[in-house]
């Protein structure tokens, strides 16, 4: 079982940048056993898959929107994955989620059973 915290969300203008961080305490089985992804939910939409990596951090996935602009990363020493977000664009704005599961594929949205509670990223125009 993993507990997941983020933070970094905030207001920021578009052309902007934030840092997400998602803290990850694990019992049963190591945080590095994990394969971590980042998911969004605009008001009124359904939830997006943005990105994953995968336990050691040499596969990732990014969804088509993202790419160029938001970098995934993972320290598993501080238990921790980050997503590091450019050149924002109003239509990023969203409740940004942390999420972990066992196994599976990193590029696959599903099969995460483990998800935080969410940070709130506005982007203005």
């Known amino acids: 079982q993993v507990h997941l915290v983020e933070s970094g969300g905030g207001l920021v203008q578009a052309g902007g940048s934030l840092r997400l961080s998602c803290a990850a305490s694990?019992?049963?089985?190591?945080?590095?056993?994990?394969?971590m992804g980042w998911f969004r939910q605009a008001p009124g939409k359904e939830r997006q898959f943005v990105a994953g990596?995968?336990?050691?951090?040499?596969?990732?996935y990014y969804a088509d929107f993202v790419k160029g602009r938001f970098t995934i990363s993972r320290d598993n020493a501080k238990n921790t994955v980050s997503l590091q977000m450019n050149d924002l664009k109003p239509e990023d704005t969203a409740v940004y989620y942390c999420?972990?599961?066992?196994?599976?594929?990193?590029?696959?949205?599903?099969?995460?059973?483990?998800w935080g509670q969410g940070t709130q990223v506005t982007v203005s125009s």
């Open positions: 999420a972990a599961k066992n196994s599976g594929s990193v590029s696959a949205y599903y099969g995460y059973g483990y």
């Open positions: 990596i995968s336990w050691s951090g040499g596969t990732i």
């Open positions: 694990a019992s049963g089985r190591t945080f590095s056993s994990y394969i």
